[in-house]
C-alpha cells in the first residue's frame, strides 16, 4: 500500500506557489460555472486561493452585465476592492466575465485601478492575467518584467 503526504515539498509534479487570489462570483448560474473554471485554472497553475480579499495578492471579480441591478452590484463590488488596492491590502484587481467584456471602455472610465481586464473568451487565460498584473508590480518596484504579448481576451486598461 502507498501513502501520499499532501504537504510534501519534493513532489516534481506539485504546481510551485506563485501568490495568492481572492474570487468573487457575480451574477448567473453560468457565471458560477465560469468562476469554477476560472477557480480550477488558477488552482492548477499554483495560485493559492484565500477566503478574504484583503488577504490576497490579486482579486478576481467575474461580473455580471446583462441586467442594470446586476451591473451595478459588479460595479460596487469592483470600487470596493479597487479601494483595498489603493490601501495597500491587495496588489491588483481583475474584472472578468460578462461586463468586463461587454463594457470594456466604459469600465475603464467607471473603476479606475483596474489591472487587467478578462472577457467571458479570456477565461481561460485568467492565470496569465493573474501573472501579467503581478509582474506589472514587480516591474514597479524594479524587478525585471517579462515582455508578454497581449493574450486573447486579456485586456490592459
Same mark, same amino acid.
Given at each position: 500500500?502507498? &501513502? %501520499?503526504?499532501?504537504?510534501? &515539498?519534493? %513532489? ?6 506563485? #501568490? /495568492?487570489?481572492?474570487?468573487? %462570483?457575480l451574477g448567473c448560474p453560468k457565471n458560477l460555472v465560469d468562476s469554477e473554471r476560472m477557480l ?7 495560485? %493559492? ?5 484583503? $488577504? ?6 467575474? /461580473? ?15 470600487? $470596493?476592492?479597487?479601494?483595498?488596492? &489603493? ?6 484587481? @481583475? ?9 470594456? $471602455? ?12 478578462? #472577457?467571458?473568451? #479570456?477565461?481561460?487565460? @485568467? ?20 515582455a508578454v504579448e497581449e493574450l486573447k481576451g486579456i485586456f490592459s486598461p
Amino acid at each position: 500500500m502507498s &501513502t %501520499s503526504n499532501a504537504d510534501s &515539498t519534493n %513532489s516534481s509534479s506539485a504546481p510551485r506557489e506563485r #501568490g /495568492t487570489f481572492a474570487f468573487v %462570483s457575480l451574477g448567473c448560474p453560468k457565471n458560477l460555472v465560469d468562476s469554477e473554471r476560472m477557480l480550477g485554472k488558477l488552482a492548477m497553475e499554483g495560485f %493559492s486561493l484565500v477566503g478574504d480579499a484583503a $488577504e490576497a495578492d490579486v482579486v478576481v471579480v467575474n /461580473t455580471c452585465g446583462f441586467i442594470e441591478p446586476a451591473r451595478q452590484e459588479s460595479l460596487g463590488v469592483l470600487r $470596493e476592492m479597487v479601494e483595498l488596492k &489603493t490601501g495597500g491590502r491587495v496588489k491588483a484587481v @481583475i474584472a472578468a466575465g460578462c461586463l468586463a467584456e461587454r463594457d470594456r $471602455e466604459g469600465l475603464r472610465d467607471q473603476v479606475p485601478g483596474l489591472d487587467h481586464l478578462v #472577457g467571458v473568451f #479570456g477565461r481561460e487565460e @485568467i492565470a496569465q492575467a493573474v501573472e501579467l498584473s503581478l509582474e506589472r508590480i514587480g516591474a514597479k518596484r524594479g524587478k525585471k518584467r517579462i515582455a508578454v504579448e497581449e493574450l486573447k481576451g486579456i485586456f490592459s486598461p
